[in-house]
């Protein structure tokens, strides 16, 4: 579905289409940005990559940008599509990235994984449908708005919106998810986030998940596409960068917080990842922030 068809502004590229239909939603493809689906009423059978879900009314997930897909069997569909491009949006995060929920739903790709993902989906119960319904109203109108402000207004709902699925998550009946493979990396990348300055060495890494190591390696890289030290590192480099630009610390103490206990190896690896050392890095950016 090309771009000048989902946003009204190709330059604020957040919009929301609501389908209520009977026949079949044939293949189709989302270009490069995220699809956040809610079903708010109905049933019906989500296909993709050959494999078929069965959905129905509550039912939360994300589909990334350049996935083919379709839906079958329907009956009674309301199906909401809230599709936006993150990078360009600029959403401003902060430390939702430490929640299990947000893990779970935006970072964890649920197309590429096996048919557990689905089998354990994010499903909202009787009293937090209308909720995110009402959310969703709100982001509609603020979007068909053409007064000013209606941009800032849209973007505090969707915030809104995310939030109040993320919490929803973590408030989900702990026996149905707390054991699932793709919840138990998510909560391990989410404590990385939270405390990169934790040591979070490979033995501590397979405590938390309950796992050996080849099966944290195997479920990390197939959900990350990245090892847990690879990833640990980047975001140890990212809150390093954040630190440099956003505080006066010395390069020794962002290093130390950011959980390098070697600063010259800090260094080392801070320059292969940004090409800058911290101190330049300071320099150059710190006066454009």
Known sequence: MPRHFVFRNPAFPLGVKRIQDQTPLHYHVHEDYLELVVIGGGHATHIIDDMKYSIGPGDVFVIQGGRVHAYDDIRNLDIINILFDPEKLNLQLYDLQ??????????????????????????????????????????????????????????????????????????????????????????????????????????EMCRRTNMSRASLFRYFKKYFQSTPQTYLENVRIENASRLLLDSELGVGEIAVRCGFDDHAYFARRFRLATGYCPGDFRKVFKDRS
Do not use: W
Request: charged letters at 15%.
């Open 98 to 203: 430490s929640c299990t929920g947000y893990q779970f739903l935006f970072r964890i790709d649920p197309q590429s994984l096996e048919k557990d993902r689905f089998d354990n989906r994010f499903r909202l119960n009787g009293q937090q449908i209308p909720v995110v319904m009402a959310l969703i109203d709100s982001l509609v109108n603020a979007l068909n708005d053409d007064l000013p402000g209606c941009q800032f207004k849209a973007i505090t709902v969707f915030h809104q919106l995310i939030l109040n699925l993320v919490m929803n998550y973590s408030h989900m009946d702990a026996g149905g998810i707390a054991n699932h493979v793709p919840h138990l990396i998510g909560a391990l990348a989410g404590s990385m986030e939270r405390d990169c300055s934790q040591p979070f060495n490979i033995d």
